[in-house]
C-alpha cells in the first residue's frame, strides 16, 4: 500500500488505523457518536478480507470480539457511552482471561443518555475502573487525527504485547472532525503480530505459562491444542484454582504486566515545558485548545507550556511529577467534573498548585473558557 493522503473524519480515521494494525474482525452496534466506525468498517473489513458483524447489541458485540480473538484474529468494537457500559463485564472476562482485543469508546455527554450529540470527557474513570475487582488496563487517546492513526496501531500493538484488551477512548470532537491525515505505506509503522506458541501439536501446551519476557504465547482456540478459557482464577492449564499461591500470582501478574511497564506504554506530546511558569496537562479535543491558548499566552510573553497526555491509563505518574515541577501552576483542562485532576494531584509533589479548568454544559471548552477561568485562579479578574 502506497502512502495515501485523505480528509476525513476522526471515526474513519480509526478504523483506517485498525485496517492497517491487521483488523481481522469487527462486531458491533450503532450509537452515536461512534456510528461512523461500524458504517465505515461495514465496507472497508471484508474489502480488506475481514469479517464484519453488526450485533444485536453491546453485550453480544464485545463477547463476539474475544471469542474471534481467540481464534487467533486481531479484532474490534466500537461504542459510546451506554453501550460501554454494557461492555464492562465481558471486559472484565478479557482481563482475566488475558484476551487481545481493541474496544473504541467515543465518549458522549452523560450520565444515562444524557446528550447523545454532544462530546465530553467523562468517561476517564470508567475506562479505567469499569470492571469489578483489582486489575489494570491500556487506555489511549488522542487530539488530533495524524495522532488518532498512530494511537490506533498502537493499541492493537499493545493490546498484543501485553495480551490484554486495549481502550481507545476518543470525544465527539476528534471523531467527527474533518482534517487531513497521511496513512503511510505499509510497513513504515511497526506492526505487531499474535505472538502464537511454539508447543508442537500432540505436546503439552500451557496457555498461561509467561515466557522469561513476561509474554504469553498463544494457539489459535480450535487448532493444534485443546485448553480451557474461564474467567476464573486458573492455572497455567487455565482450569479453575482456588489455591491461594495460584490466585495470588495470577493476580499480581494481571497488575504488574502493565504497571510494571508504564515508561513504555506512555506516550505523550510536550509543548514549551522548557521553561514553563504555567503548565497545562490536557487530552483529546481539549488539548486542541489548551494548545491555541499556550501559543496565545507565549505571543504575549508569558511562559506557558502544554504536556498532553495519549497515555490515560496507565496514568504516568513519573512523567507528570518531572514535567510539572518547576511550574508555578498547573492547569488541567478537561470537559468533564475533574477526573485527570485528581491523578494530577496524586502524582506531583505540590498539588495545591493544580487547578481544574472544566466546561461541563454539553459544549467544548473554548480557548476563552481557559483564559477566563485561570484569570480567576491568578487573580487577574475576568
Known sequence: ???????????????????????????????????????????????????????EDEIASICAIIGASLTGKKSMTATSGPGFSLMQEALGFAVMAEI??????????????????????????????????????????ASNHQDLFYITVEAFNFSETYRSPVILLLDEG??????????????????????RTSVPEGVDYHPYLPREDGRLPMSDFGGSHRYNVTGLFHDMWGFPSTDPKI????????????????????RFKEYFLDD????????????????????????????WGLLELQTLWPFPCSL????????????????????????????????EKVYLVNR??????TPTDIKNITRVILGRGV
Open 1 to 55: 500500500m502506497k502512502e495515501q493522503l485523505k480528509f476525513i473524519q476522526g471515526n474513519e480515521v480509526c478504523v483506517e488505523g485498525a485496517l492497517y494494525s491487521g483488523l481481522g474482525f469487527f462486531a458491533g452496534y450503532p450509537i452515536t457518536p461512534s456510528s461512523e466506525i461500524l458504517e465505515y468498517l461495514s465496507r472497508r473489513l471484508p474489502e480488506a478480507g475481514g469479517s464484519f458483524v453488526q450485533m
Open 100 to 141: 487481545p482485543c481493541v474496544v473504541a469508546d467515543v465518549q458522549r455527554f452523560g450520565p444515562s443518555t444524557g446528550l447523545p450529540t454532544q462530546g465530553s470527557q467523562q468517561d476517564v474513570y470508567q475506562a479505567r475502573w469499569g470492571r469489578h475487582g483489582d486489575h489494570s488496563i491500556i487506555v489511549l487517546t
Open 174 to 195: 476528534v471523531a467527527h472532525l474533518r482534517e487531513k491525515v497521511i496513512i503511510p505505506k505499509q510497513g513504515e509503522i511497526p506492526v505487531i503480530e499474535r505472538l
Open 247 to 266: 490466585v495470588h500470582g495470577l493476580l499480581h501478574h494481571l497488575v504488574d504486566k502493565i504497571e510494571s511497564n508504564v515508561n513504555q506504554i506512555a
Open 276 to 303: 514553563a511558569d504555567f503548565v497545562i496537562v490536557s487530552y483529546g479535543s481539549s488539548a486542541r485548545t489548551a494548545l491555541h491558548v499556550v501559543h496565545s499566552m507565549r505571543r504575549k510573553g508569558e511562559k
Open 320 to 351: 507528570v511529577r518531572e514535567k510539572c515541577e518547576e511550574a508555578d501552576f498547573v492547569f488541567v483542562v478537561e470537559i468533564n467534573m475533574g477526573q485527570v485532576v485528581h491523578e494530577v494531584k496524586r502524582c506531583v509533589d505540590y498539588p
Open 360 to 365: 461541563v454544559d454539553g459544549e467544548f471548552i
